[in-house]
């Protein structure tokens, strides 16, 4: 079933390839150390959309509406 970005919680950090794909939230880079604290969970979401779609054959992009801080999925029931 399609979950949407608040259902998902922390269950969106597998599908974040910035975090290693939920290995990690943070790390340390030669400028300083990063934390992800949310900041790509909106093109994370995208991506779980796009892997959903694909899993199961079906064009969801007229149930999204994307905003430029979030994403929102409509029509929620059309894929229980």
Known sequence: MLETIEELDECLCKYCYRTDYGERKGGSTP?????????????????????????HNCDITHNV????????????????
């Open 65 to 80: 509406i994307k905003y430029m801080t979030k994403v929102k999925l409509t029509n929620k029931e059309c894929f229980e």
């Open 31 to 55: 400028n300083g150390y990063w934390s992800c604290e949310g900041s790509f969970c909106e093109e994370t979401y995208e991506s779980y959309l796009d892997d959903y779609s694909a899993e």
